[in-house]
């Protein structure tokens, strides 16, 4: 998908106000990250899919996105917390191939910087930190995860109400 509206991907400082912040981060601190993950895949990554505390967020935020991407009519899409951990963590690059036309990349949480490449540019985020980007039409992934590094990440992402994401969920109803 080629969005007209792209432009050059930029990290928004303190994405949540610091008393949501630190609200999240308690609030995930008691996930029980051997039992409540969703799923892990082949690159080793720990993913939380749609819990109705994250997608609560995702909601929540709707209006810094539409000012943010500059569009009044974008939905919410759907939310992730990733926990990359493992020495063999890792983020491939990519175009992302669900509903991210509009993303949040939120870094809640690094131990050391493990910076995002974004059409061959590197972006490095601190906690509270998010890039802000096109998913879809932004080639993008990490180099090499840092052995012992843990880095816990936030994802929210939208998209037009004309998405064929909000077409299939309608059809599988």
């Known amino acids: 998908m080629v969005n007209s509206k792209v432009k050059d991907p930029w990290i928004v400082d303190n994405f949540f106000k610091q008393s949501d912040y630190t609200s999240i981060i308690n609030k995930i601190n008691t996930f ?29 935020n709707i209006d810094k996105a539409r000012k943010d991407f500059g569009s009044e009519t974008l939905l919410p899409t759907y939310a992730t917390v990733a926990l990359y951990e493992n020495d063999k963590s890792s983020l491939p690059f990519h175009y992302d191939s669900n509903a991210c036309t509009y993303s949040y990349d ?25 890039i802000a980007m096109y998913g879809e039409d932004q080639f993008h992934g990490r180099p090499p995860f840092t052995p012992g590094n843990k880095v816990l990440m936030l994802f929210l992402h939208y998209a037009e109400p004309d ?4 077409n299939y969920k309608e059809k599988t109803r």
């Open 32 to 60: 029980n990250f051997n039992q409540e993950w969703l799923w892990s895949n082949d690159n080793m990554n720990r993913w939380f899919h749609n819990s109705p505390y994250i997608t609560n967020i995702l909601i929540t």
């Open 106 to 130: 939120v870094c809640l949480y690094s131990k050391e910087p493990w910076p995002v490449t974004i059409e061959g540019k590197d972006y490095v985020l601190k906690a509270n930190q998010a």
């Open 163 to 166: 998405h064929w994401y909000f």
